[in-house]
């Protein structure tokens, strides 16, 4: 068994498969928060940060949020380092004293 860092993993899936996620060529226009793909939630969860539940996001903010970052066919690992950003840009911020700090500050 073969262990893959979540972006190393996409590499390795077939990107012309249209029933694969990481193969998708259209654009996103997802109906409902129970149809979004399992691989995609914590990108939208990253994302949409400041949302107590997924759940509660619109979905057309979803759909948005998905087409401007999408890029067809192998998207997955663009997906994996965006989310990677986001958790990285959050965890560098701190709460101090009620106050919202960044390391540069």
Same mark, same amino acid.
Not at 23 to 34: E, K
């Given at each position: 068994? $073969? !262990?893959?860092?979540?972006? =190393?993993?996409? @590499? ?8 694969? +996620?990481? /193969? ?10 129970? !149809? ?5 939630? !914590?990108?939208?969860? =990253? ?5 107590? @539940? %997924?759940?509660?996001?619109? $979905?057309?903010?979803? !759909?948005?949020? %998905?087409?401007? +970052?999408?890029?067809?066919? /192998?998207?997955? =690992? %663009? ?13 560098? @911020?701190?709460? +101090? ?9």
């Amino acid at each position: 068994m $073969m !262990n893959y860092l979540p972006g =190393e993993y996409w @590499k390795t899936r077939i990107n012309d498969a249209p029933h694969n +996620v990481n /193969g998708f060529n259209g654009t996103w226009n997802i109906s409902a928060h129970q !149809n979004i793909p399992s691989p995609v939630r !914590n990108y939208l969860s =990253e994302y949409f940060y400041s949302y107590t @539940k %997924l759940s509660r996001v619109p $979905m057309d903010e979803i !759909n948005k949020a %998905l087409n401007e +970052v999408w890029e067809g066919p /192998g998207s997955m =690992e %663009l997906l994996i380092k965006k989310t990677e950003e986001l958790i990285k840009e959050r965890l560098d @911020k701190a709460i +101090v004293n009620n106050k919202i700090i960044k390391d540069d500050d």
